[in-house]
């Protein structure tokens, strides 16, 4: 176990619809991380919050969104909803320093459908 | 062209045996290196981190980078049915960066 949550489990959802989705971070981890990850590929980097601010962004729409809490819960946000957006996504989460020992340890995931 | 490739598979492999996994990669500014490993409908455990070029080896597992070729590799030794999982390259570059992963590839143990 990695200490990381996350929910809900699974989600479904309509075309055009906002959801939620959250992340509960180790304890003493100030970075959060989401990936997208789309059946059969890897995970895709959608963006990186440090101490509540946003540290780092892929190649995602603006209606993808976060925010980061001081209690190590984070949230990601989507607008807007299409079916491509319909995947597995995960958080993970790490100290935060820029060392070669720091390591993302990821959550079990929410699967978000899109109908 | 993806920035890391990694043959999706699937590969299946008779319990015992040595099992090799690779990746290879296009930016030369990766220098950290790992390989998670996820089973079916969870997320990717961290199994190897290496940093630059050379080997490691934890128990069964013994991770290798060679960075004047760009490419990784996963070996797994006496491979057991529980071994049977995606196993999924990922590399950054200096400092607390987003993670570039690979496809994945499938690998099934069969006993």
């Known amino acids: 176990e990695t200490g990381v949550t996350q929910s809900p489990t699974h989600l479904i959802k309509t075309r055009g619809q906002q959801v939620t989705l959250r992340c509960s971070s180790q304890s003493g981890h100030n970075t959060v991380s989401w990936y997208q990850q789309a059946l059969g590929q890897g995970p895709q980097f959608i963006f990186q919050?440090?101490?509540?601010?946003?540290?780092g962004r892929g190649n995602f729409p603006p209606r993808f969104s976060g925010l980061q809490f001081p209690n190590y819960s984070s949230e990601l946000n989507v607008n807007a909803l299409e079916l491509d957006d319909s995947a597995l996504y995960l958080c993970?989460?790490?100290?935060?320093?820029?060392?070669?020992?720091?390591?993302?340890?990821f959550g079990p995931g929410t699967r978000l459908t899109v109908l | 062209q993806k920035e890391v490739e990694q043959d999706p598979g699937p590969l299946s492999v008779p319990e015992g045996a040595i099992v090799s996994l690779n990746c290879t990669y296009s930016?030369?500014?990766?220098?950290?290196f790992m390989w998670y490993r996820q089973y079916s409908r969870k997320g990717p455990e961290l199994l190897m981190y290496t940093y630059s070029s050379g080997n490691k080896e934890d128990g069964r597992f013994t991770a290798q980078v060679d960075k004047s070729s760009k490419y990784i590799s996963l070996f797994i030794r006496d491979s057991q049915p529980s071994d049977s999982a995606t196993y999924l390259c990922?590399?950054?570059?200096?400092?607390?960066?987003?993670?570039?992963f690979g496809t994945g590839t499938r690998l099934t143990i069969i006993p």
């Open positions: 930016n030369s500014a990766f220098q950290y």
């Open positions: 919050y440090y101490r509540e601010e946003e540290n």
């Open positions: 990922a590399m950054k570059r200096q400092g607390n960066e987003k993670l570039t």
């Open positions: 993970a989460s790490s100290y935060g320093l820029a060392t070669s020992t720091d390591t993302q340890y």
